[in-house]
């Protein structure tokens, strides 16, 4: 992971005449490692079956899609969030990567990342949002009153009441496979000591994730 950033690096400096820093190659390689050995713990599909994964899918006209994840790491209690907003071509709007001490559980890190994303799609100004969640616990508790009274029932309430705040939202659960930007911004966002807003222009690591989403048949 280390050698192909520092070969993009180099390719960067050599063909666009842009670099990038020591610390931010270190966390790219660290990040692309997380991803690899995270993929690498789910079961694959048999080959027999042909069966091609679900992919993620621009809005409707009008419409944005924020997609948001969490990683959640025990040992030390660490959350890391990852948000990206595309509009209906595809376009990234924007991309977000935090990080928070002492959060309890998975679950709390997932509706934190929901949360986020919200209010970044409220400060951009976005009046018609179609949320995506990795997490299908955080999507229904959003949806159902009943789950206020829990724990993380404040969080919850927040996020329903965020969504009032819109001319037309809709949240929904999706699989790993629709959500594969917002999952590496989340394990990124573990890797670096500051919080991370790019509005427009995503960062490099996202390059090769957001390529696939625009041209799904290339890789086949």
């Not at 520092?6 to 390719?11: E, F, P």
Request: net charge neutral; charged share 15%.
């Amino acid at each position: 992971m280390t050698l192909w950033a520092l070969w993009k690096d180099r390719n960067s400096r050599l063909w666009e005449g842009t670099g990038t820093s020591p610390a931010c190659l270190v966390a790219l390689a660290q990040s692309w490692l997380s991803e690899f050995h995270h993929i690498n713990n789910v079961s694959c599909i048999p080959q027999a079956t042909h069966i091609l994964p679900p992919r993620w899918t621009a809005p409707l006209e009008g419409f944005s899609k924020i997609n948001v994840d969490g990683y959640w790491r025990a040992e030390d209690r660490l959350g890391g969030f990852g948000v990206v907003i595309q509009n209906e071509f595809g376009a990234v709007l924007a991309t977000g990567a935090w990080k928070r001490d002492y959060l309890g559980c998975s679950d709390h890190t997932h509706v934190v990342a929901l949360l986020a994303g919200m209010k970044l799609a409220a400060d951009l100004g976005i009046t018609h949002a179609n949320f995506e969640s990795g997490s299908k616990k955080t999507v229904l508790a959003v949806r159902k009153a009943s789950s206020f009274d829990s724990p993380l029932g404040v969080l919850f309430a927040d996020c329903r009441a965020l969504l009032s705040h819109f001319l037309s939202a809709t949240v929904a659960h999706v699989p790993k496979t629709c959500n594969r930007v917002a999952s590496r911004l989340s394990h990124f966002a573990l890797s670096v000591s500051q919080d991370c807003l790019w509005l427009l222009e995503p960062p490099d690591l996202l390059q090769d994730l957001l390529f696939e989403e625009c041209n799904p048949g290339f890789f086949l």
